[in-house]
């Protein structure tokens, strides 16, 4: 069983910057895509960022192309998601995601686990 756990949240003013981090354990997190996903108040989750199992390849959401970039240190066994020029509308929880497969996914259905979340709050 792979536990996630993520860290990093907080409250920043818009234009900032928060950088998450995600804990995995387990022995497959380097055969394992990741993602984070978000959810605001009253609205659906929704995706963020993926990574495959190499770090090879990644994908955005394209609310925040170009602002965030997702990473992950194997050898530490965790992902990361640094946020630039933050926005209000950023304000949500956020969620770490693995998958068994090591492919890129942004549909949450593809994930089989998830952290407890961490919330991010951005004030304008």
């Known amino acids: 069983q792979v536990q996630l756990v993520e860290s990093g949240g907080g409250l920043v003013q818009a234009g900032g910057s928060l950088r998450l981090s995600c804990a995995a354990s387990?022995?497959?997190?380097?055969?394992?895509?990741m993602g984070w996903f978000r959810q605001a108040p009253g609205k659906e989750r929704e995706f963020v960022a993926t990574i495959s199992a190499s770090g090879s390849s990644t994908y955005y959401a394209d609310s925040v192309k170009g602002r965030f970039t997702i990473s992950r240190d194997n050898a530490k066994n965790t992902a990361n998601l640094q946020m630039n020029s933050l926005k209000p509308e950023d304000t949500a929880v956020y969620y770490c995601?693995?998958?068994?497969?090591?492919?890129?996914?942004?549909?949450?259905?593809?994930?089989?686990?998830w952290g407890q979340g961490t919330q991010v709050t951005v004030s304008s």
């Open positions: 995601a693995g998958r068994r497969r090591p492919f890129v996914s942004y549909a949450g259905r593809d994930y089989d686990y």
């Open positions: 387990g022995r497959t997190f380097s055969s394992s895509a």
